[in-house]
């Protein structure tokens, strides 16, 4: 995010909440990309995705009038997202669609295949890891931010975060390798 | 952050991936084969997880016009209404502990008085309002309805909102001065009193949604409803199913039964009409 995408947000998040409907709707569809990157990670499918996003979008919209300013919107929003699509999936008490056998990697077809196998591994993968290693690994693989970031928009220490991304990946390494742990690690 | 021995190889490895190490800890990490060949495994996850998923397509445009419509309609239990519920509430309420306590006065300076009457009428207002509204009320269930008469005249009892063709609403009946009065026996599970005019009527509004899902779907489906006046359970000509009572822009009130299982439109009718 540039400082110009950021003052564009704020002249939308103004407008918005003056009212202006279309002003909203150009918001949330500058970020709707985001937002459906962590729903579809975190749910590790579409059908719950889509569920989990719809929820969180709507929940943007009701608590745009609490924005204040003092953080980027982005920071505001990837808070308000996660949030709502976490309590969304554990509403729903779903977790991501476990893969009895991760998908066999086509050694000799790459293209296409290959992504959509690694894709199915990867939600595969991410359903052994729980929620909360799951959004802050979210956060920094899918979405890019930094602990700093991180720590801001889960309201955890910086040294929480490292934990559960490290904690999440080495889970998500072992699930990929076959090496399915007996028990989730629990979250600090 | 930084780490001494014994450090987790892991949160190590994971940490200099990210370059969130320290100059002592990357090189740490450099000067051990085992620990560079960890980051290149997670460095393999990372990049799996990061790769994009695109949304499916056109979920964008119905997912961001539902959101507007549904995000900017106004709420039926916005912390607001919920506030201003209980404040209403409350006044009720202690207008009806005072007119206890003044009632226990009279007894005491009549009688000799019994503690145990003090306690009752000192019963501690509110803590009953609490209770009414702790944890979002449970809607009100309207029982088994036949009729969209019979559903009229129901909701008109629970609401409070006139019915011109019932008799449900009787201002000549009820005294403007008692009328603002709610004492906890006019108020029903869902935080709606049950008899008498409601100035505000904020029946149901207390109430966690019964499925937001059907909520969600029938404000979609009529955008020219504005906002929720009540909403409670039924059975419906023997279906499960949902009363919700909207505003119209004009603020006359309609009614529409969902059932509960695929919110599937059973009837609607203005409430006045």
Do not use: K
């Given at each position: 995010?540039?400082?110009?995408?950021?003052?564009?947000?704020?002249?939308?998040?103004?407008?918005?909440?003056?009212?202006?409907?279309?002003?909203?709707?150009?918001?949330?569809?500058?970020?709707?990309?985001?937002?459906?990157?962590?729903?579809?990670?975190?749910?590790?499918?579409?059908?719950?995705?889509?569920?989990?996003?719809?929820?969180?979008?709507?929940?943007?919209?009701?608590?745009?009038?609490?924005?204040?300013?003092?953080?980027?919107?982005?920071?505001?929003?990837?808070?308000?997202?996660?949030?709502?699509?976490?309590?969304?999936?554990?509403?729903?008490?779903?977790?991501?669609?476990?893969?009895?056998?991760?998908?066999?990697?086509?050694?000799?077809?790459?293209?296409?295949?290959?992504?959509?196998?690694?894709?199915?591994?990867?939600?595969?993968?991410?359903?052994?890891?729980?929620?909360?290693?799951?959004?802050?690994?979210?956060?920094?693989?899918?979405?890019?931010?930094?602990?700093?970031?991180?720590?801001?928009?889960?309201?955890?220490?910086?040294?929480?975060?490292?934990?559960?991304?490290?904690?999440?990946?080495?889970?998500?390494?072992?699930?990929?390798?076959?090496?399915?742990?007996?028990?989730?690690?629990?979250?600090? | 952050?930084?780490?001494?021995?014994?450090?987790?190889?892991?949160?190590?490895?994971?940490?200099?991936?990210?370059?969130?190490?320290?100059?002592?800890?990357?090189?740490?990490?450099?000067?051990?084969?085992?620990?560079?060949?960890?980051?290149?495994?997670?460095?393999?996850?990372?990049?799996?997880?990061?790769?994009?998923?695109?949304?499916?397509?056109?979920?964008?445009?119905?997912?961001?016009?539902?959101?507007?419509?549904?995000?900017?309609?106004?709420?039926?239990?916005?912390?607001?209404?919920?506030?201003?519920?209980?404040?209403?509430?409350?006044a009720g309420?202690?207008a009806?502990?005072?007119v206890?306590?003044?009632?226990?006065?009279?007894?005491?300076?009549?009688?000799?008085?019994?503690?145990?009457?003090?306690?009752?009428?000192?019963?501690?207002?509110?803590?009953?309002?609490?209770?009414?509204?702790?944890?979002?009320?449970?809607?009100?269930?309207?029982?088994?309805?036949?009729?969209?008469?019979?559903?009229?005249?129901?909701?008109?009892?629970?609401?409070?909102?006139?019915?011109?063709?019932?008799?449900?609403?009787?201002p000549?009946e009820a005294p403007a001065a008692e009328s603002e009065d709610v004492t906890?026996?006019?108020?029903?599970?869902?935080?709606?009193?049950?008899?008498g005019p409601?100035v505000?009527?904020?029946?149901?509004?207390?109430?966690?949604?019964?499925?937001?899902?059907?909520?969600?779907?029938?404000?979609?489906?009529?955008?020219?409803?504005?906002?929720?006046?009540?909403?409670?359970?039924?059975?419906?000509?023997?279906?499960?199913?949902?009363?919700?009572?909207?505003?119209?822009?004009?603020?006359?009130?309609?009614?529409?039964?969902?059932?509960?299982?695929?919110?599937?439109?059973?009837?609607?009718?203005?409430?006045?009409?």
């Amino acid at each position: 995010m540039t400082a110009g995408d950021e003052r564009a947000d704020a002249a939308l998040v103004e407008a918005a909440r003056r009212g202006d409907r279309r002003a909203l709707d150009v918001l949330l569809r500058r970020h709707y990309e985001r937002v459906w990157t962590i729903c579809r990670r975190l749910a590790g499918n579409d059908d719950d995705a889509l569920d989990a996003a719809q929820e969180a979008l709507i929940v943007l919209v009701r608590r745009i009038d609490r924005y204040d300013g003092r953080a980027a919107f982005t920071t505001w929003m990837y808070r308000v997202v996660t949030n709502a699509c976490v309590d969304e999936l554990r509403r729903r008490g779903r977790r991501p669609v476990p893969v009895r056998e991760v998908p066999e990697r086509p050694a000799d077809r790459p293209g296409p295949d290959e992504r959509v196998a690694d894709q199915m591994a990867v939600d595969a993968g991410l359903a052994h890891v729980p929620l909360e290693f799951r959004a802050a690994l979210v956060l920094r693989d899918a979405c890019d931010l930094d602990y700093g970031q991180i720590a801001e928009i889960l309201d955890i220490p910086p040294g929480t975060v490292r934990s559960r991304i490290a904690r999440g990946r080495a889970a998500l390494v072992d699930a990929l390798s076959g090496n399915h742990p007996t028990r989730s690690p629990r979250p600090t | 952050m930084a780490m001494t021995p014994p450090f987790d190889p892991d949160e190590l490895a994971s940490a200099y991936l990210d370059g969130e190490v320290t100059p002592e800890e990357a090189a740490l990490v450099e000067g051990d084969p085992a620990l560079r060949a960890r980051v290149e495994d997670l460095r393999r996850v990372a990049g799996a997880l990061g790769s994009p998923v695109p949304p499916p397509t056109g979920s964008a445009d119905r997912l961001v016009e539902r959101a507007v419509v549904v995000g900017t309609a106004p709420q039926a239990r916005s912390v607001d209404e919920r506030a201003r519920a209980r404040r209403w509430v409350l006044a009720g309420l202690s207008a009806a502990a005072a007119v206890g306590i003044l009632g226990l006065a009279a007894n005491v300076l009549l009688d000799d008085g019994d503690p145990t009457t003090s306690q009752l009428a000192g019963g501690d207002a509110s803590q009953e309002a609490d209770d009414l509204f702790e944890g979002g009320a449970a809607p009100a269930d309207l029982g088994d309805i036949e009729t969209d008469q019979e559903l009229r005249e129901q909701v008109a009892d629970a609401t409070g909102l006139v019915a011109a063709d019932t008799e449900a609403f009787a201002p000549d009946e009820a005294p403007a001065a008692e009328s603002e009065d709610v004492t906890e026996s006019d108020a029903a599970p869902g935080g709606a009193p049950t008899s008498g005019p409601l100035v505000p009527p904020p029946a149901g509004e207390a109430a966690e949604p019964i499925s937001e899902e059907c909520e969600i779907e029938l404000v979609t489906r009529e955008p020219a409803i504005a906002g929720q006046l009540f909403q409670a359970t039924a059975t419906y000509e023997d279906e499960a199913s949902i009363v919700y009572v909207y505003a119209r822009p004009d603020d006359s009130p309609v009614v529409f039964v969902v059932a509960r299982d695929g919110c599937e439109e059973l009837t609607s009718f203005a409430l006045d009409g």
